[in-house]
Protein backbone atom coordinates (compact mmCIF):
# COMPACT_ATOMS: atom_id res chain seq x y z
CA UNK A 1 0.00 0.00 0.00
CA UNK A 2 1.48 2.68 -1.05
CA UNK A 3 1.17 6.79 0.09
CA UNK A 4 0.61 8.06 3.33
CA UNK A 5 -1.39 6.33 6.02
CA UNK A 6 -2.98 8.21 8.94
CA UNK A 7 -3.71 6.06 11.44
CA UNK A 8 -5.51 8.53 13.94
CA UNK A 9 -9.56 8.87 13.77
CA UNK A 10 -9.06 12.56 15.81
CA UNK A 11 -6.58 14.30 13.11
CA UNK A 12 -8.55 13.62 10.05
CA UNK A 13 -11.99 14.72 11.92
CA UNK A 14 -10.10 17.56 13.17
CA UNK A 15 -9.03 18.29 9.39
CA UNK A 16 -12.23 17.94 7.95
CA UNK A 17 -14.09 20.08 10.79
CA UNK A 18 -12.55 23.25 9.28
CA UNK A 19 -14.31 23.50 6.34
CA UNK A 20 -17.55 25.02 7.24
CA UNK A 21 -19.50 22.72 3.78
CA UNK A 22 -18.11 19.26 5.78
CA UNK A 23 -18.65 20.48 9.08
CA UNK A 24 -22.11 19.48 9.45
CA UNK A 25 -21.84 15.84 7.85
CA UNK A 26 -19.80 15.36 11.02
CA UNK A 27 -21.57 13.20 13.94
CA UNK A 28 -20.37 15.50 16.95
CA UNK A 29 -17.08 13.61 18.54
CA UNK A 30 -14.65 13.80 21.53
CA UNK A 31 -12.16 12.39 23.55
CA UNK A 32 -13.77 9.67 26.13
CA UNK A 33 -13.52 10.48 29.48
CA UNK A 34 -16.37 10.55 32.57
CA UNK A 35 -17.57 14.61 31.83
CA UNK A 36 -17.95 13.96 28.03
CA UNK A 37 -19.94 10.60 27.68
CA UNK A 38 -22.08 11.70 30.34
CA UNK A 39 -22.99 15.06 28.55
CA UNK A 40 -23.09 13.52 24.93
CA UNK A 41 -25.47 10.64 26.36
CA UNK A 42 -27.55 13.50 27.65
CA UNK A 43 -28.06 15.42 24.44
CA UNK A 44 -28.26 12.28 22.04
CA UNK A 45 -29.19 9.32 23.59
CA UNK A 46 -26.92 6.91 22.59
CA UNK A 47 -23.52 7.26 21.57
CA UNK A 48 -20.67 5.20 19.95
CA UNK A 49 -16.90 4.38 21.80
CA UNK A 50 -14.41 3.26 19.23
CA UNK A 51 -10.74 3.19 19.55
CA UNK A 52 -8.79 6.62 17.95
CA UNK A 53 -6.74 3.86 16.11
CA UNK A 54 -8.43 0.60 14.92
CA UNK A 55 -10.70 -0.77 12.16
CA UNK A 56 -12.81 -3.07 10.85
CA UNK A 57 -15.16 -2.66 13.49
CA UNK A 58 -13.37 -3.86 16.74
CA UNK A 59 -13.65 -2.35 19.88
CA UNK A 60 -16.77 -0.25 18.51
CA UNK A 61 -19.13 0.01 22.07
CA UNK A 62 -22.42 0.80 21.49
CA UNK A 63 -24.23 2.83 25.11
CA UNK A 64 -27.12 3.45 25.32
CA UNK A 65 -29.28 5.43 28.43
CA UNK A 66 -32.85 4.64 28.40
CA UNK A 67 -35.55 5.45 31.58
CA UNK A 68 -33.26 5.64 34.18
CA UNK A 69 -30.62 2.88 33.04
CA UNK A 70 -28.09 2.76 30.58
CA UNK A 71 -26.77 -0.54 28.63
CA UNK A 72 -23.28 -1.15 27.00
CA UNK A 73 -23.73 -3.25 23.53
CA UNK A 74 -20.90 -5.00 22.30
CA UNK A 75 -21.19 -7.71 18.74
CA UNK A 76 -23.86 -9.43 20.39
CA UNK A 77 -23.35 -8.83 24.32
CA UNK A 78 -25.61 -6.40 26.22
CA UNK A 79 -25.13 -5.46 29.78
CA UNK A 80 -27.75 -3.10 31.89
CA UNK A 81 -26.39 -1.10 34.32
CA UNK A 82 -29.06 1.28 37.00
CA UNK A 83 -26.56 4.49 37.05
CA UNK A 84 -24.25 6.48 34.90
CA UNK A 85 -21.56 5.53 37.14
CA UNK A 86 -21.83 1.78 37.54
CA UNK A 87 -22.03 1.63 33.66
CA UNK A 88 -19.17 3.65 33.60
CA UNK A 89 -17.05 1.32 35.92
CA UNK A 90 -18.07 -1.45 33.49
CA UNK A 91 -17.13 0.38 29.94
CA UNK A 92 -13.43 0.64 31.89
CA UNK A 93 -13.35 -2.64 32.44
CA UNK A 94 -14.65 -3.69 29.23
CA UNK A 95 -12.22 -1.56 26.63
CA UNK A 96 -8.98 -2.42 26.06
CA UNK A 97 -5.97 0.11 27.33
CA UNK A 98 -5.97 2.72 23.77
CA UNK A 99 -7.26 5.70 23.69
CA UNK A 100 -11.06 5.94 22.62
CA UNK A 101 -13.28 8.56 21.40
CA UNK A 102 -17.28 9.25 21.48
CA UNK A 103 -19.44 9.30 18.56
CA UNK A 104 -22.91 11.21 18.69
CA UNK A 105 -25.29 8.37 17.78
CA UNK A 106 -26.79 8.10 14.78
CA UNK A 107 -30.43 6.15 14.09
CA UNK A 108 -29.42 4.28 10.80
CA UNK A 109 -31.85 3.48 7.90
CA UNK A 110 -32.45 -0.05 7.88
CA UNK A 111 -34.00 -2.65 6.05
CA UNK A 112 -35.73 -4.96 8.00
CA UNK A 113 -34.36 -3.46 11.08
CA UNK A 114 -30.97 -4.62 10.03
CA UNK A 115 -29.28 -1.00 9.76
CA UNK A 116 -27.16 0.05 6.60
CA UNK A 117 -24.34 1.67 5.84
CA UNK A 118 -21.81 2.61 2.73
CA UNK A 119 -18.72 2.48 1.29
CA UNK A 120 -17.19 4.52 -1.08
CA UNK A 121 -13.42 3.65 -2.25
CA UNK A 122 -11.73 6.49 -3.89
CA UNK A 123 -8.39 5.85 -5.30
CA UNK A 124 -5.45 8.33 -6.97
CA UNK A 125 -4.47 7.26 -10.64
CA UNK A 126 -1.42 9.39 -11.62
CA UNK A 127 -2.92 12.62 -10.65
CA UNK A 128 -6.67 12.21 -11.02
CA UNK A 129 -8.94 10.74 -8.45
CA UNK A 130 -11.11 7.82 -9.44
CA UNK A 131 -14.32 6.24 -7.80
CA UNK A 132 -13.87 2.75 -7.81
CA UNK A 133 -16.51 1.68 -5.36
CA UNK A 134 -19.57 2.35 -3.88
CA UNK A 135 -21.44 -0.39 -1.98
CA UNK A 136 -24.04 -0.69 0.81
CA UNK A 137 -23.43 -2.75 3.93
CA UNK A 138 -25.84 -4.47 5.57
CA UNK A 139 -25.54 -5.30 9.10
CA UNK A 140 -25.68 -8.94 10.18
CA UNK A 141 -29.20 -9.38 12.18
CA UNK A 142 -28.97 -8.42 15.55
CA UNK A 143 -25.50 -6.27 15.00
CA UNK A 144 -25.41 -3.05 15.27
CA UNK A 145 -21.43 -2.54 13.27
CA UNK A 146 -21.83 -3.50 9.23
CA UNK A 147 -18.72 -4.48 8.40
CA UNK A 148 -18.02 -7.36 6.79
CA UNK A 149 -15.30 -9.36 9.23
CA UNK A 150 -18.43 -9.24 11.38
CA UNK A 151 -20.84 -10.83 9.43
CA UNK A 152 -22.64 -7.82 6.95
CA UNK A 153 -23.32 -8.15 3.57
CA UNK A 154 -22.70 -6.20 0.83
CA UNK A 155 -25.22 -4.77 -1.46
CA UNK A 156 -25.25 -2.20 -4.33
CA UNK A 157 -25.32 1.41 -3.14
CA UNK A 158 -28.29 1.96 -5.17
CA UNK A 159 -30.36 -0.89 -3.93
CA UNK A 160 -29.31 -0.38 -0.48
CA UNK A 161 -30.50 3.45 -0.81
CA UNK A 162 -34.19 2.09 -2.51
CA UNK A 163 -34.47 0.00 0.27
CA UNK A 164 -33.56 1.52 3.27
CA UNK A 165 -35.31 4.72 2.28
CA UNK A 166 -37.86 4.16 -0.86
CA UNK A 167 -39.52 7.83 0.01
CA UNK A 168 -35.69 9.65 -0.81
CA UNK A 169 -34.20 9.69 -4.24
CA UNK A 170 -31.50 7.22 -4.56
CA UNK A 171 -29.89 9.10 -7.39
CA UNK A 172 -29.85 12.31 -5.37
CA UNK A 173 -27.99 10.56 -2.39
CA UNK A 174 -25.78 9.13 -4.26
CA UNK A 175 -24.74 12.17 -6.01
CA UNK A 176 -24.70 14.27 -2.99
CA UNK A 177 -21.89 10.98 -1.56
CA UNK A 178 -19.91 11.77 -4.63
CA UNK A 179 -19.60 15.50 -4.34
CA UNK A 180 -18.49 15.11 -0.31
CA UNK A 181 -16.08 12.66 -1.73
CA UNK A 182 -14.25 14.72 -4.14
CA UNK A 183 -14.37 17.70 -1.32
CA UNK A 184 -13.16 15.48 1.83
CA UNK A 185 -10.87 14.24 0.07
CA UNK A 186 -9.71 17.89 -1.38
CA UNK A 187 -8.99 19.02 2.13
CA UNK A 188 -7.74 15.66 3.56
CA UNK A 189 -4.84 16.39 0.76
CA UNK A 190 -4.11 20.03 1.31
CA UNK A 191 -3.69 18.83 5.11
CA UNK A 192 -1.52 14.97 4.63
CA UNK A 193 0.09 15.46 1.05
CA UNK A 194 1.16 12.27 -0.31
CA UNK A 195 -2.58 10.07 0.57
CA UNK A 196 -3.32 8.11 -2.27
CA UNK A 197 -6.21 6.08 -1.42
CA UNK A 198 -9.35 6.79 0.73
CA UNK A 199 -12.53 5.11 2.04
CA UNK A 200 -15.25 6.48 3.38
CA UNK A 201 -17.92 5.32 5.71
CA UNK A 202 -20.61 6.86 5.58
CA UNK A 203 -24.42 6.75 7.15
CA UNK A 204 -27.60 8.05 6.21
CA UNK A 205 -30.08 8.54 8.97
CA UNK A 206 -33.75 7.43 8.86
CA UNK A 207 -34.53 11.39 7.59
CA UNK A 208 -31.81 10.71 4.69
CA UNK A 209 -29.71 13.15 6.24
CA UNK A 210 -26.02 11.81 5.36
CA UNK A 211 -23.19 11.28 8.35
CA UNK A 212 -19.57 10.94 7.96
CA UNK A 213 -18.79 8.33 10.21
CA UNK A 214 -15.09 7.89 9.02
CA UNK A 215 -12.11 8.16 6.61
CA UNK A 216 -10.09 5.71 6.10
CA UNK A 217 -6.33 6.21 4.43
CA UNK A 218 -5.92 2.11 4.19
CA UNK A 219 -9.50 1.23 2.62
CA UNK A 220 -9.86 -2.79 2.83
Known amino acids: MGGRQLASKWLKTEALLTDPEV ?14 LYGMLESYGFVVVKPIVGGGGYGVIKITRSGGGY ?37 LASIQGRPIDYRVKY ?19 GLFVTNLCKGGRLLP ?11 I ?19 LESHFPGIGSLGFDYGLDRNGKIWIFEVNTRPQ
Open 23 to 36: APYIPQTKGLNKEN
Open 71 to 107: SITRSFKTGRYGSFDAMYQALLRTKVKRKYLIQQGVH
Open 123 to 141: VKSGDRWEFRAMVGRLARQ
Open 157 to 167: CREGLRRSLPH
Open 169 to 187: SSAAKKSEMRHLTRKCTAI
